[in-house]
């Protein structure tokens, strides 16, 4: 509805223009809002406030002017100017029931497909493979996935990119602990553990010179192409991935094998990289290292900050794989928008890879290029969340003690539940409560995690929304009616049947800003707030107890769409509801 007055606003506006009535020159986007108050229209916009300095006019003459200008439309019973050159819109009255009917009607709940579908590569998760998955990786990952989820449904082309660390120097002293460990039998069970296999090898680096010889050496074999080293590289990758994917599916991930391009894909294509860079005049060489001064970027005191494509001994880095996947995401892939879930910390690399790129002319213009950054998961002393040693936490071990502390949480809500039933329940709430937790906040603020607060019933959390999803469905199981065969009109005299219905009726626009934005807690707050504005509804318009079958159908109506929204909404946050709990 919004877009639609818009579209005739702007309509409006250029209706005037061409007849000379308002300057032909740039003028800000219209802004429609929804009102709070509904006596005086459902939308306004401020437009004219907006225009009428640059016309040389009164506010309200302009809004007079557009006005009269404002083509006709089944959707607006009246517009009128409103305060100082405000214009209020009423949506038509039967709108409100149409729009409801459609989304009922729609598998896709009457949400329209972008007009403009884009191919938008995301990039996220993006462990290094050298050890096992963090907590570090949990927000980019859980983010990235239901913004990715989202412009789907809206419609786009979504490609997923895993861009998993799978090179570097670290490999070496990997790879010869692999060695030695290769000749005992008990390989698997070692890499079961990469934390441990990891610290095992660090400390054997750092205790036999002979040890870190043969790492370094690795290094240079493996980067040289050596068939042993690639092969002890490659099954080592295979066991880390593994670990990935076990953490994804526990998760409720959408990723797959096939997403998967880390930084060695990009291997063969870092020289060219760096000669389209010569090529382009954009390389310094600074004590033999080869770099990008952008005028842009300088240290605190003011000295330049170069960006580094190629070390000294001729070794490559993160930025140049980076211009190497950007070139290779907006040319071959054909990305119009490429967004990156990557830590608020790594901030200052994007914003120079994106520029090198488009110097380099590696990405178009018209290829928009996001940093969708977030902040810290911190632990309940605000600082970077450790285990009680002061390790870091494994992402496997995070996610099984949320299942833990949801099974004893349930099973005493809920004692009468049968032993299955009660696992399945808690293994969904915990991994629900973790996830929602985290797409909750607000993206680039850091937050305390915390297991009592995600795990409560009340307040914005999973197991509150996933309790109110149950008690919507549970009205269809005491009515015992097929929520398709309703066909009463939808009737909105009560005040909250009104607001209920207004508020169903944004669930696209919300998904819109969640695509644009990049920040899944808009539509949190979304479901929260219907659900909230649900029982406020049930509290007080009786549904199987209303005065007539008609005004039961049209409520019953109205409390499927809501139970629907809740469920399709969290689904775009890559959480499943339950029938029952
Ligand atoms: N592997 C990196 C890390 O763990 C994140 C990679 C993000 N993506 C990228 N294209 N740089 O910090």
Redesign the pocket.
């Known amino acids: 509805m919004k877009e639609q007055i818009i579209s005739l606003v702007e309509t409006a506006l250029d209706t005037l223009r061409q007849r000379g009535d308002l300057p032909d020159q740039p003028r800000p986007p219209v802004q429609v809002e929804r009102t709070r108050d509904k006596q005086h229209g459902d939308f306004a916009t401020n437009i004219a406030l907006m225009l009428a300095k640059p016309a040389g006019r009164k506010p309200r003459d302009v809004a007079e002017a557009l006005l009269a200008a404002l083509p006709e439309s089944p959707l607006v019973s009246k517009a009128e100017i409103a305060g100082p050159g405000f214009i209020n819109f009423f949506q038509a009255g039967n709108y409100l029931q149409d729009q409801l009917k459609a989304a009922l009607a729609d598998d896709k709940l009457g949400i329209a497909p972008a007009a403009r579908a884009q191919t938008v590569v995301v ?1 996220y998760s ?3 493979l050298a050890k096992e998955m963090h907590v ?2 949990l927000r ?1 990952t859980i983010i990235g996935d239901a913004v990715t989820r989202t412009l789907e449904f809206l419609g786009h082309t979504v490609v997923r990119q895993n ?3 799978d090179w570097g120097t670290q490999f070496g002293m990997l790879l010869a602990y692999l060695e030695e460990q290769q000749d005992q039998a008990e390989l698997s069970s070692e890499l079961s553990d990469l934390e441990n296999f990891y610290r095992a090898a660090k400390q054997r680096f750092d205790e036999s010179p002979e040890f870190a010889d043969r790492a370094r050496s690795l290094v240079v074999m493996l980067q040289s192409g050596d068939a042993h080293c690639l092969k002890l590289w490659h099954d080592f990758n295979q066991v880390s991935l593994n670990h990935c994917f076990e953490v994804y599916q526990r998760l409720g991930v959408s990723l797959t094998p096939a997403d998967v391009r880390g930084e060695s894909a990009y291997n063969p294509e870092l020289p060219v990289i760096v000669a389209a860079l010569e090529q382009a005049g954009l390389l310094v060489e600074s004590d033999g290292a080869r770099c990008i001064f952008l005028d842009d970027f300088t240290t605190r005191d003011g000295q330049p900050l170069p960006v580094i494509v190629q070390k000294a001994d001729g070794g490559y880095l ?1 930025a140049t794989s ?1 211009l190497a ?1 950007l070139r290779y995401r907006a040319q071959t892939l054909g990305a119009d928008r490429i967004l ?1 879930f ?2 608020q910390r ?1 901030a200052l ?1 994007f914003q120079q890879v994106f520029q090198v790129a488009r110097l380099a002319g590696f990405v178009p213009e018209t290829t928009a290029l996001e940093h969708m950054g977030f902040g810290t998961m911190n632990g309940p002393d605000g600082k970077p969340f450790k285990t009680r040693a002061g390790g870091t936490v494994k992402l496997v071990d995070l996610l099984s003690e949320a299942e833990d502390r949801a099974l004893a949480l349930v099973s005493s809500k809920n004692p009468a539940l049968d032993q299955d039933d009660l696992m399945q329940i808690a293994s969904t709430v915990g991994i629900s409560a973790v996830k929602y937790a985290d797409l909750s906040k607000h993206r680039t603020s850091d937050y305390i995690f915390n297991f009592e607060q995600m795990l409560s019933f009340d307040g914005n959390t999973a197991p509150y929304l996933l309790y109110a999803y149950t008690r919507v469905a549970s009205i269809f199981r005491k009515a015992d009616v097929a929520p398709d065969s309703l066909t009463a009109p939808i009737t909105t005299d009560d005040e909250r049947e009104l607001a209920l219905a207004n508020n169903l009726l944004q669930f696209g626009e919300v998904l819109q800003s969640v695509a644009d934005k990049g920040q899944p807690h808009l539509l949190c707050t979304y479901l929260y707030d219907l659900a909230g504005q649900f029982s406020g509804f049930y509290e007080h318009c009786p549904i199987l107890g209303a005065d007539s079958e008609a005004l039961r159908d049209s409520r019953l109506q109205l409390a499927w769409l809501t139970a629907r929204t809740l469920r399709q909404g969290l689904s775009l946050l890559g959480i499943t509801t339950l029938e029952r709990m």
């Open positions: 990039d993006s462990p290094n570090g990786h980019s861009h998993v660390g993160y980076d996947a990156y990557v830590d790594q690399h």
